[in-house]
Each structure stands twice: as structure tokens, then as C-alpha cells.
């Protein structure tokens, strides 16, 4: 089985972490509520710094806090930042010249995995790390 990128849901988790809480964060506190190694944390906070969706602050009291206000934030933004891969990917062997499937499987699945990262995105637009943080209390009681 393929490996699963995580990429994309723990940039969610951190980012909503600290909009719940409205605290700054060391990356290994932020690790900590993944529970995840703190050096792979570390990898997915430097692309949201680079996207500019958290701020870093270097010292004793330093740490990641969002660069924006959760409402601001949507997931996209956040799937953008971590370029995790497609929905899916389309094979590289060889056509059949004999095989009416394999001449044009490849053009029509392309055309299939477009629509596919077109809805995904979209979907991800419509929703904000604010939306999510107001879900998360919702199921916490």
C-alpha cells in the first residue's frame, strides 16, 4: 500500500491549535498534541511560516502564533502551503498499441483527476481554520 501524506491535516491541527488556545506555541508543544515527532512538526510550521500563516517569534518566550486571524485562514490557504500530492495518480507504463483501454485510459483519468483537485479545492475554499476550531468546541462540549 502507497504511503498516506499527513502533511495537510497536522498543518490543520497545529494552526487550529493555536487559534482554540489564542496562545503562542513552541513546536514541541505543538508536537506534543499531534503526538508526532517534533522535528517532522517543525518541517510542516516552516511552510506555514513561508505561506505566511503563523508567525515565528525567536527567544525564551518564542514560538508560532497565526500570522492571521482564524476566520482568514482557510483551508486551502493551509492545503496550498503543504503541497500535498493529487487525489490520486495516473499510471506511466507503457500504451498497448493493441488495447483501445490503455491508448486512452491515461487522457481521460487526467481529465477525471482534474475535476477531482478542482472540487477538493474548492470544498477546502469554503471552509476556515475558524470553522473548524468552532467545530472542534462544538464536539467537546
Same mark, same amino acid.
Given at each position: 500500500?502507497? $504511503?498516506?501524506?499527513?502533511?495537510? @491535516? ?30 517532522? +512538526? ?6 506555514? $511560516? ?13 514560538? *508560532? ?13 493551509? *492545503?496550498?502551503? +503543504? $503541497? ?15 488495447? +483501445?483501454? @490503455? ?8 481529465? +477525471? ?29
Amino acid at each position: 500500500m502507497a $504511503s498516506v501524506n499527513t502533511q495537510f @491535516s497536522i498543518a490543520v491541527h497545529v494552526l487550529a491549535a493555536i487559534a482554540h488556545y489564542e496562545t503562542t506555541f513552541t513546536s514541541e508543544i505543538l508536537a506534543g498534541s499531534v503526538n508526532a515527532n517534533a522535528v517532522f +512538526v517543525k518541517r510542516i510550521l516552516v511552510k506555514l $511560516s513561508k505561506a505566511k500563516l503563523v508567525k515565528t517569534t525567536v527567544g525564551k518566550s518564542g514560538g *508560532y502564533d497565526l500570522a492571521r486571524s482564524p476566520k482568514s485562514i482557510s483551508l486551502l490557504d493551509v *492545503y496550498a502551503a +503543504v $503541497s500535498p500530492p493529487n487525489a490520486f495518480a495516473i499510471h506511466a507504463y507503457p500504451d498497448s498499441k493493441g488495447c +483501445v483501454v @490503455s491508448c486512452n485510459i491515461k487522457d481521460v483519468m487526467g481529465n +477525471v483527476l482534474l475535476d477531482t483537485q478542482k472540487a477538493v479545492e474548492a470544498e477546502l475554499k469554503q471552509t476556515t481554520v475558524a470553522d473548524v476550531v468552532s467545530k472542534i468546541r462544538k464536539k467537546s462540549g
